[in-house]
Every structure is written in structure tokens, then in C-alpha cells.
């Protein structure tokens, strides 16, 4: 409380981005409650839009605040209530990535989302942004208690978006089991805080890395539980095999747009969250000589490649397009692993670099492919992957859309997915993990084969009743938004790493002082 009490009118501005975020959702939960049901909801999402949009110029003024033309070094992160809030290049990177995301599926949303699929349409756009605002309170926490309320409110709401289509079994059936798995790997990650704060007396992550670090051979069995605790807790929430069963099923029942928030926003949140604890306690300071340290990236090298290799293998005998996207997305939790299992050496500095340069590749390529999904599952009445038929014969543009995102998504030159894959294979090389490398390229190749099942379906299959599909405007706009992303990272993708490289500092953004 005497932390909460400094905060001053300086302090409160740093915290813009997530009382924006806040102020809109409060406004707009009012706004459906007072608006009769014959007001168009699309009206809230165009809201909900306009504060996310808000968010992100305060998060860009933050960034610009931290890094001032012309300065040589970029200045120190602001900390707030006791370290325990920090706006650093590390979360501003985070937030505009989950802010992108977050735009991109509510634009992608209005006028498709039908109030017969989903009764109630107005709370569906505002409930977002409180999702986004858990994510950013991850991205900046210094501390495990913020770390944790913020990680509880991405996943509450979470949970309420995914059973939003309450009159469809999937959906009530996906929201049940992602209640139960959400709330057992929060069980999990809540005990290994435990044994941080036990050993340490301190929920900070700074301060709990310099305790053991000086206790280390007092507390060595107690840090590996904590240490597996946390890896397993993360990997649910991050989709890794073999922490992944939640994802084909809540996947399939949840409403499209929320799919793609599951498989975006909420994994690179995850991301963010595993990122900054486990380097921040297990691999810097005083642990850093230490077996934990060595043993810390071994155990993440073995998850990264179990989640490649079953990923890419289950999802060869799938049907259903969003199962399909899932077994996917569990892949590439693997792919994005990488970069944390190679930590950082004298040839080696841009783990951070290589894992952010690939979830922005991996943001535009699952928008655009569940945007192109949107449009043609309801045309043809059907998520199977089959309903993609024809689809280079009544919808040609599209269907070159969708082969572009697909070539990123599978690795192929000259996409985003292409470089994103090239450098963190790169970096796991000059670390001399050879193996890892190996499963990198065998599982992409492997991936192959049902990307480019759907382009045969798109091509070399032909739909008998020739459905079109309806031309939605945001829906369009959204896709394409999304291939010039994928093409531009691919063409240019030194421009975005010299950005990332130009903002984020390691003894700044990663060293919790």
C-alpha cells in the first residue's frame, strides 16, 4: 500500500496503455447495456477498435520516450510500485505485437460475427480488450504477483470468449476443458512461485535471482522444482507438447476470431511471460556458472523439439481446418522455443531478436489464414478442410492470398515465416546445437505435406455445387492487410531486425535490476 500510495500523476501516465484499454472496455460494457437490441453491436467493435488503436500511440510514445533521436544509449526502463511494474523495450515490443493482433481479429470481426452464432455479439468485441490488458500487465511485470493477475485475466476472459457460441456443443465442451487444463497449469505455475518466495522471501524477480543465486547449493533441489514446475505451467499455456491436448478441441469449438486470439495474442503472451521469468530467475546473475543454467536450456531444447515433432506429425491426419491450425500452432510453439533453449554466447546476442522477428511472421500468417477460413467455412457450411474445394475458381484472389500465407507458414521463400525460421535455425548453429537444428528442418519438411494438401484442394479439386463466397469487406481488407505483411518481412526482413535490434537492449530490457 505505501508503494500504491507514491504513484504519482507522472507515474499514472506511464500506465496509459492499460487504463485506455480499461476506460473502453467499462464504456462499452455500459453502452451494450443501455443500447436497445435492435442497435447494431458492430458499432462496439468500431469502439473497441478506436481504444486498442489508442493503446498502441501511447505504447509507440513510450517507445519514443525511451529511446530519444539521437541518444547514443537509450535510456533506463521506468519502474513502478516497487519494481514490480516495468515499462521497458521488452514489454513496449510485446505490447504492440499483442495490440496488432488484438486490432486486426476485432476489424476482422465486424459484420461477421452473426448474433444467431453468437447471442450475445456486444460483450464478444468489448471482452478482448480486458484479455489484452492481462497480456500487457505479463509483459511488464517485474514481479510475481503482477505477473500472475495479469496471466489470470487473459485466461478468465479467455475462457468466457472461447464458450461464447453457447448453443453449440463444441464450444461448451471446449470452454469446459479449457476451464479445467487453464486452471491445473495455473495450480502448477502458482506452486513453483511458491518455491521461488520460499527460498528467496521476495516475489520480485530481480531480487529472488540474486538469492539464489547465493544460496544456490543450499536450494539446488528446491530450484529445479520450482524450475519444472514453471516450464510445465508455461508450456500449457503456450501449447507445447506434451502439455498441448487442450488446444485441437478448444480450438475447433471456440468462434473463429477467437481461434485466432488463442493462437496469436494468448500464445505470444505466453511467450512473453516465459521469456522474462525464466531468464530473469534461472539463467542470469549468480545461477549463470551454475548446473541449473546449462540444465534450464537442455530441458527447454527437449520441450521446443517435442512440440515440433508431434505438432507437425498429428497434424498430417487432420480434417478439420481449425484441429489443423492448432497441431500447427503447437509446432511453432516449438519453432519459438528455440531461441530461449540457445541463450546468449559471444557469437550469439539476438535470441530475443530471432524469437520477436518470428512472432511477427506468425501474427500476419494465422490472421490471414483464419480470415481466408472465416469467409469460405461459411460459404460452404463446413470446417473441414475440404470446404477449401475449388476455391481457386470462385475466389481466385483469395485463393492466392491463402497460398501466400500458407508458404509462410510453411517456411518457403519469400515470406516472413521463410526468414523467421532461417534466423533462429541460424542461431541455434552458432550455438553448436546441431540436433535441434535437425528437427527444425525434418519437422518443416514434414509440415510440407498438409499445407500444401489445402493449396491441392484449392487447385486440384473442384467444388460440384461451385458456392462462391461472400465478399465481406473487413474480411478482405483483413487478409490482404495480412499477405503485404507476410511479403514485406520476407522482401525487407533486415528493415524489421534492425528495428527490433535498434529498440531492445539486453542489459536493459532483460537484466531486471
Not at 269 to 274: E, I, K, P, S, Y
Not at 318 to 325: F, S, T, V
Amino acid at each position: 500500500m505505501d508503494q500504491l500510495q507514491r504513484l504519482t500523476a507522472g507515474d499514472i501516465v506511464h500506465l496509459a496503455p492499460e487504463l485506455s484499454l480499461v476506460i473502453t472496455a467499462v464504456i462499452l460494457s455500459l453502452l451494450d447495456l443501455l443500447f436497445p437490441r435492435s442497435f447494431s453491436r458492430n458499432v462496439l467493435g468500431w469502439l473497441a477498435l478506436l481504444g486498442v488503436a489508442m493503446s498502441a500511440a501511447f505504447v509507440i510514445g513510450d517507445i519514443s520516450l525511451l529511446n530519444p533521436a539521437g541518444a547514443v544509449q537509450p535510456m533506463e526502463p521506468i519502474t513502478l510500485l516497487g519494481g514490480s511494474w516495468r515499462i521497458d523495450d521488452f514489454a513496449n515490443l510485446f505490447k504492440l505485437l499483442f495490440l496488432t493482433g488484438t486490432a486486426l481479429i476485432l476489424f476482422m470481426s465486424i459484420g461477421n460475427v452473426k448474433e444467431d452464432d453468437i447471442p450475445h455479439k456486444g460483450e464478444f468485441f468489448y471482452l478482448f480488450l480486458p484479455a489484452t490488458i492481462g497480456a500487457m500487465v505479463m509483459a511488464s511485470s517485474g514481479d510475481l504477483i503482477t505477473l500472475f493477475v495479469g496471466l489470470e485475466l487473459l485466461s478468465i476472459t479467455s475462457y468466457v470468449l472461447v464458450g461464447m457460441r453457447k448453443k453449440q456443443y463444441a464450444s461448451n465442451e471446449g470452454a469446459f476443458k479449457y476451464v479445467v487444463t487453464g486452471g491445473i497449469s495455473s495450480a502448477v505455475i502458482l506452486y513453483g512461485m511458491s518455491f521461488l518466495y520460499g527460498m528467496s522471501g521476495s516475489t520480485n524477480l530481480a531480487t529472488i535471482n540474486q538469492a539464489l543465486g547465493q544460496n544456490y547449493a543450499s536450494f539446488e533441489p528446491l530450484i529445479y522444482v520450482a524450475f519444472f514446475l514453471l516450464l510445465a505451467g508455461f508450456g500449457f499455456k503456450i501449447a507445447a507438447a506434451p502439455f498441448h491436448m487442450w488446444a485441437p478441441d478448444v480450438y475447433q469449438g471456440a468462434p473463429s476470431p477467437v481461434t485466432a486470439y488463442l493462437a496469436v495474442v494468448s500464445k505470444a503472451a505466453g511467450f512473453a511471460l516465459t521469456f522474462r521469468v525464466l531468464y530473469s530467475v534461472f539463467a542470469l546473475g549468480g545461477l549463470l556458472q551454475t548446473s541449473i543454467h546449462a540444465d534450464f536450456l537442455t530441458a527447454t531444447a527437449v520441450l521446443a523439439a517435442a512440440a515440433m515433432i508431434v505438432g507437425n506429425f498429428v497434424a498430417l491426419r487432420q480434417k478439420n481446418m481449425k484441429r489443423l491450425l492448432a497441431y500447427s500452432g503447437i509446432a511453432n510453439a516449438g519453432y519459438l522455443l528455440v531461441p530461449i533453449s540457445t541463450h546468449f554466447g559471444m557469437v550469439h546476442f539476438s535470441n530475443f531478436s530471432e524469437l520477436y522477428f518470428y512472432l511477427i511472421a506468425y501474427v500476419f500468417m494465422n490472421i490471414g489464414a483464419i480470415a481466408v477460413f472465416m469467409l469460405v467455412s461459411e460459404s460452404a457450411r463446413s470446417e473441414d478442410i475440404s470446404a477449401f474445394a475449388g476455391l481457386y475458381y470462385r475466389a481466385p484472389v483469395t485463393a492466392v492470398a491463402m497460398v501466400i500465407l500458407l508458404l509462410s507458414l510453411a517456411g518457403l521463400p519469400v515470406t516472413g515465416g521463410f526468414f523467421g525460421k532461417l534466423y533462429i535455425m541460424l542461431g541455434t548453429l552458432q550455438m553448436h546445437k546441431y540436433w535441434l537444428a535437425a528437427v527444425m528442418i525434418g519437422t518443416s519438411v514434414i509440415s510440407f505435406y498438409y499445407y500444401f494438401g489445402i493449396i491441392r484442394q484449392m487447385f486440384l479439386r473442384s467444388d460440384s455445387e461451385d458456392k462462391g463466397i461472400r465478399r465481406s469487406v473487413t474480411g478482405q481488407i483483413t487478409i490482404w492487410i495480412c499477405v503485404g505483411a507476410t511479403l514485406l518481412t520476407g522482401f525487407f526482413p533486415h528493415v524489421v531486425l534492425r528495428f527490433i535490434e535498434t529498440i531492445f537492449s539486453v542489459p536493459n530490457d532483460l537484466f531486471i535490476h
